[in-house]
């Protein structure tokens, strides 16, 4: 079956303009996970869905970083008014279960290169 | 915080040779502990998981085995292959459950 998928694989940004990356988990996943991975760094976590509800967002780092999940699906992370350190991959992350000690399925990620 | 710490890379191995990566956690309890893997142009996927003291993860002839005692979960194969050339990642679940916390990533490169 298909995996996760993200959308767009790259993205070019100037600095202060918004962004809006998107993640379609595995059908039926109800836990879904998104990290930040800096160039040459291990994937850091932003924030956590159980189905739509969102119960951890501990790791965005800033109030411009905002991600939704309203059908407990697809879900979008939202970046305004973006910087430079905001260049990173964006990782999507999905699991059949509702914790992390299951087997999260990574999609390919968002390249978000800020100018 | 939790975290986890392992070996810097790169390491460069020839084809058949033994391969030990190291990783150390600081966490309170005991997480469940994982390794993944990044093959060139491709998504983490898992590689191996433990989720108690003493347990030994393996999957496609690598091992670890969580070892409490000195917190640590090195990553062992008994002979390496070109295709075994990614990055590795090991990882544990956060203290509040709900994250997994990475190491930085050790590039592994084996030539034949």
């Known amino acids: 079956g298909a995996g996760v998928s993200q959308s767009p694989r790259y993205k070019v940004a100037k600095r202060g303009q918004d962004v809006a990356l998107r993640c379609d988990p595995i059908?039926?996943?109800?836990?879904l996970f998104w990290y930040q991975q800096a160039l040459g760094q291990g994937p850091e976590f932003l924030t956590y869905?159980?189905?739509?509800?969102?119960?951890?967002k501990s790791g965005l780092p800033s109030d411009r970083f905002f991600a939704e999940r309203p059908e407990g699906s697809v879900s979008t992370l939202k970046i305004q008014r973006t910087q430079q350190e905001d260049s990173a991959v964006y990782l999507c992350?999905?699991?059949?279960?509702?914790?992390?000690?299951?087997?999260?399925?990574f999609g390919p990620g968002t390249r978000l290169t800020v100018t | 915080g939790d975290s986890v710490t392992q070996m810097e890379g790169p390491v460069t191995l020839s084809e058949e040779a033994f391969l030990t990566i190291n990783c150390t956690y600081t966490?309170?309890?005991?997480?469940?502990l994982f390794w993944y893997v990044q093959y060139p142009g491709e998504g983490l996927q898992l590689l191996l998981k433990?989720?108690?003291?003493?347990d030994k993860g393996s999957n496609k002839g690598f091992e670890a085995t969580y070892r409490k005692e000195t917190t640590s979960f090195h990553l062992e194969k008994g002979s390496v292959q070109v295709s075994d050339s990614a990055v590795y990642f090991c990882?544990?679940?956060?203290?509040?459950?709900?994250?997994?916390?990475f190491g930085k990533g050790t590039t592994l490169s084996v030539s034949s």
């Open positions: 992350a999905s699991s059949l279960r509702g914790a992390p000690s299951y087997e999260q399925y």
């Open positions: 059908s039926g996943h109800v836990s």
């Open positions: 869905f159980q189905n739509e509800a969102q119960l951890d």
């Open positions: 966490a309170t309890g005991y997480p469940s």
């Open positions: 433990a989720t108690k003291a003493d």
């Open positions: 990882a544990l679940v956060n203290q509040a459950g709900t994250a997994l916390i």
